[in-house]
């Protein structure tokens, strides 16, 4: 039952990231960062309140609706604004890190405020203190000049195979590149909500202790920093689609020493490596998409792409505890993980030879 909430809060971000990212395409960024605020506002304060099951479903899809812009929409102005730009991975990958030092800010701090206040009195107060944050953000924000935002809508790209300018040709090679990048984010998310969700849990089944393996995962969440801010320098290098591959390739690896667990040190070995390979992927599956699609509709395609990864990946945690059940260890359940993200990694890495860009007047 509690579980539940959280799907509500992940059917509310998906709708969000859409419709934001559709919204921002077209119009000014800043209302529709302040509605989003407004809209986590009262999602959080009104848990204050809840005392039914389903007061939570509906105060954390209010939450959920508020929380997709806070992706969709940084991510999609900070490329338009750098588009073609040298630093423009960079400029993203600073703007991505923000996630991994929410966690870190965030997480002690709740913690803080449940031990000392209870769990009423900090719904409350994160809903004044995220409000405020996203609206000072916004009153900084500034939306790309205009000739940026009319190139957006005007794309100066097509996908197209060798040989075939066909409108038919672009069509089909775009939903196969589209259907790759899609595949890449979902194993991405999926991953993730299945290692934050049993990773403990399989650690300390292997003798670690519950405090050792909480901390580990902690740790896993601020090494993504350096990651997110190392995918902006090598995606000058290797381009998006090899940086996502070599991320794939990279949490593949590291997910062997889960399978294999046995020592504390395997475990923070793990946290490390996952936690860099980890930001650069969620940096990467960002980026790639102005890379193979340009900025036309570039709101709208991160805000489909994140709801996919976000909605299929709901049954992540669910199905991983069924191998487990079934098979009374995660071994299976993690050897799954690691194929997967090896299936990642090589479509990530024939992202750009699907598609061939043609330049058209």
């Known amino acids: 039952m509690v579980s539940s909430i959280f799907t509500a809060f992940l059917i509310g971000y998906a709708v969000s990231a859409i419709a934001s990212g559709r919204l921002v395409d077209r119009y000014n960024p800043k209302p529709v960062l302040m509605a989003s605020g407004l809209l986590i506002v009262a999602g959080l304060s009104l848990c204050y309140q809840g005392s039914r099951l389903y007061h939570f479903w509906i105060f954390l899809f209010l939450v959920g609706l508020g929380s997709g812009a806070t992706w969709a929409v940084p991510n999609t102005i900070v490329q338009h604004w750098f588009y073609g730009r040298k630093h423009a991975g960079l400029a993203l990958s600073i703007v991505i890190s923000g996630v991994g030092a929410g966690a870190l800010v965030f997480a002690p701090l709740v913690d803080f405020l449940i031990t000392s206040l209870g769990w009423r009195a900090t719904f409350l107060i994160l809903g004044i203190l995220f409000g405020l944050v996203v609206t000072v953000s916004t009153l900084f924000l500034k939306p790309p000049p205009q000739a940026m935002q009319v190139a957006g809508r005007r794309p100066n790209n097509k996908v197209l195979p060798d040989g075939d300018r066909s409108a038919a040709g672009a069509r089909s090679y775009a939903s196969w590149t589209f259907a790759a990048v899609i595949f890449s984010v979902v194993v991405g998310v999926f991953t993730f909500q299945v290692i934050t969700t049993h990773m403990v849990a399989h650690a300390t089944d292997m003798g670690i202790s519950p405090s050792v393996a909480a901390a580990a995962l902690g740790l896993m969440g601020g090494f993504s920093i350096p990651g997110r801010l190392l995918s902006g320098l090598l995606s000058a290098r290797l381009g998006w689609s090899r940086l996502l591959s ?32 980890h930001g650069m992927r969620v940096a990467a599956q960002v980026g790639i998409i102005p890379e193979v699609f340009g900025i036309h509709s570039l709101g709208e395609l991160i805000g489909i792409t994140t709801a996919a990864g976000q909605m299929i990946s709901a049954i992540a945690p669910y199905a991983a505890g069924a191998l487990f059940d079934a098979t009374g260890t995660y071994s299976l359940a993690f050897l799954v993980i690691f194929f997967l993200l090896v299936a990642g990694g090589l479509v990530a890495g024939m992202i750009k030879r699907i598609a061939v860009y043609k330049d058209c007047p």
């Open 246 to 277: 070599l991320a794939f390739f990279g949490t593949g690896a590291s997910m062997l020493c889960l399978v294999w667990l046995e020592e504390i040190w395997m475990l923070y070995l793990f946290s490390l490596s996952y936690g860099v390979f």
